[in-house]
């Protein structure tokens, strides 16, 4: 059941796009930002920006969602060299599950070495509150269940292993590094840990699939991160991810409430600026420490 050669990318290809892009740039990133829904503002923080438009990149796919801008922006933040997605690629939009995750290699071959993924997910674990924001420690891939995994087709032993290990895939030390850069920003009334769970979107889910994915484990539920999280640890890169709780997943039948992307967008603006704080003070700690950049 391997996809047609149409749907990914060779390492050839990965290679000649992060080649185009540091042929106009002097940033040699080594931190690598994903911006979720609603949370582009990251971008805006790094200082001395590059940007590109993703239709000016070669190889690249289209942001076509509301609050994904379409561009990879380079720069600094306090003084280390990062690129960041202003705005990602969802399975629902339509792209192979190959090409959605295509950044993460360019991003390898680019000399990144930490990768920070943020999203907006609804939470299920009935202590969340809306605007907290979750250290994902593990995840639930309901698409891979399915068979649909980033890493399906051939492998590219330039990449990685044909069979990569996923229970270390978040790093237990950047785990721990956001607690107490955290607790130091007085964040920590706002800040939890819990278990993530992707789902194929775009509707969201009904009250029988989140009372379902509470039971299995999951503390929130998204549409994105874990086939980024998957391909950048294929290629050796170390992962940390957050979810900012945008909307409470409805669980209950009496509930009126309806989860819509206005509201996560909105409660993305809401908390931007403690996120970015978080995001960057976090970024400015990995340079003392050789281990984490
Ligand atoms: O890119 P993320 O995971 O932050 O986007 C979430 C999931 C959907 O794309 C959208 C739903 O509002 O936000």
Known sequence: MFPESSTGYSYEDCQSTADWLLSQTAVQPLVGIVCGSGMGGLADGLKD?????????????????????????????????????????????????????MPMRIFKILGVKTVILTNAAGGLNQDFKVGDIMIIKDHLNMPG????????????????????????????????????????????????????????????????????????????????????????????????????????????????????HEEVLQTGKHRAEQLERLVSTIVARLEHNNNYA
């Open 49 to 101: 920006p590059v940007a590109f438009n993703y239709k000016d990149i070669p190889n690249f796919p289209q942001s076509t969602v509301h609050g994904h801008a379409g561009r990879l922006v380079f720069g600094t933040l306090k003084g280390i060299p990062c690129v960041c997605m202003q705005g990602r690629f969802h399975l629902y939009e339509g792209y192979a599950i190959q090409k959605i995750t």
């Open 145 to 260: 269940f399915a068979g649909n995994n980033p890493l399906t087709g051939p492998n590219d032993e330039r990449f990685g292993l044909r069979f990569p290990c996923m229970s270390d895939a978040y790093d237990r030390e950047l785990q721990q590094l956001a607690l107490d850069v955290g607790s130091e920003l007085g964040f920590s009334d706002f800040l939890r840990e819990g278990v993530y769970c992707v789902l194929g979107g775009p509707s969201f889910e009904t009250i029988a699939e989140c009372r379902m994915l509470n039971k299995l484990g999951a503390d929130a539920v998204g549409m994105s991160t874990v086939h980024e999280v998957i391909v950048a640890r294929h290629c050796g890169m170390r992962v940390f991810a957050l979810s900012l709780i945008t909307n409470k997943a409805v669980m209950d039948y009496d509930s009126e409430e309806k989860a819509n």
